[in-house]
């Protein structure tokens, strides 16, 4: 594998004659050494980014080496997006290696957050998925928090390879480029990082020098998946929606009859029940418009670009089916009906996978979620408040 010529931002193997498929380059490229492919080049470059697509089946053919070559996968997560980041069918190929559960971006929680409780839960939710888990690690690979006891652990893998897998998004890239930095590893061109999912296209290899000898990591492509706001917008829109810096929940004292729009891509209208603060954990900069249930239709038609403004014209189209769930506090005898959504006494996370979440206090509340056909809203316990509850109780916090 290390003499293939690949890319050396997303590990595509280079070629010269399809513009549309991975690894292209011009031939005039070919006799260059540490090759980037021209979409990494303008990635890098011009902030540009050119969809190119890789298949379910041309990445379970890639991650299909660890089957074959058992070692230690360090399985990425976005602890934003904990929902979108669970990758279909990967029990089978990691069964005989050791998993550590490695979430990423973890800046991006609010202050405070004890995730001792945080990583019990995510261990239960990923072998839910028959997935074994050896440990869970916390870690931002952009900030550097918890990276040195990650590299630790990649170091002492002298004898198997190491693999990184996740979800396209999860920050992969940004975590092999930290891990080639603190192993004083200088790469010729590091590996391309975008806001946009899917840069990552091929299995490609970086060979560390440990203390113990040399490591052998393998990064996997990340698998693209569809039902994620992410997948569906432009890098503008991108620029948007997905955080940058550490949350600020927003809160809104909501009354009966009032409407809270999430940009252009989802829409709550809270239709009866007792005045209560509704708190929206999204991106910074994500416009939230709140106004009369009464005007909420006039404002969508009328006000997309302006108050809304994501997605952007170009990818509206991609945003203007919808389905709508209803929500309610249920009463101990009462059963969820089709297509709604049942709230906790306790309160419950709304989740909007690539978006973020909205939280419900469990107060009587009644009301209606619209987002995109094709996206798909799921309750859970509050992430903020009782899954992250154990804050003084020994853990650590964020």
Known sequence: ???????????????????????????????????????????????????????????????????????????????????????????????????????????????????????????????KTRVPVDDVLFVSAARGHGMDELLQLVFDRVDSPVYVVGMANTGKSTLLNGIA?????????????????????????????GPRGPVHVFD?????????????????CLTTVIPRNRLRPKVYQLNPEQTLFLAGIARLDFVRGDRQPVVLYVSNELPIHRTKLSRADDIWERHRDDLL??????????????????????????????????????????VIPGLGWITLSGAAFEGVLSIPDWLHAVARPRLIGDISRRVGQGGDVL
């Open 1 to 127: 594998m290390a003499d293939e010529r690949v890319c050396r931002g997303c590990g595509a193997a280079l070629q010269t004659t399809d513009e549309a498929k991975p690894g292209f380059v011009p031939a005039s490229a070919m006799e260059k050494e540490n090759i980037l492919c021209r979409r990494c080049f303008r990635i890098r470059h011009y902030g540009e980014f050119m969809p190119v697509a890789v298949t379910e089946a041309d990445y379970q053919a890639q991650v299909a080496r660890i089957f074959d070559q058992p070692g230690l996968v360090l399985y990425v997560i976005d602890v934003f997006d904990l929902a979108g980041s669970l990758v279909p069918n990967l029990a089978r190929f990691v069964l005989s290696s050791d998993v550590v559960v490695v979430v990423n971006k973890v800046d991006l929680l609010p202050e405070g957050v004890s995730y001792e409780g945080l990583g019990d839960w995510i261990r239960s939710r990923v072998e």
């Open 181 to 209: 930095a603190r192993a004083d590893r200088t790469l010729a061109e590091p590996y391309t990082v975008s806001r946009q999912p899917g840069t990552t296209l091929a299995l490609s290899e970086l060979i560390l020098d």
């Open 220 to 236: 996997t492509p990340g698998l693209m998946y569809e039902a994620r706001v992410v997948e569906k917008l432009c890098s503008d």
């Open 309 to 350: 403004q994501v997605p952007c014209e170009k990818c509206r189209p991609t945003f203007e089916r919808w389905r709508q769930y209803r929500l309610k506090r249920l009463r101990r005898d009462e059963k969820a009906a089709p297509g709604s959504i049942a709230v906790s006494g306790r309160g419950s996370d709304i």
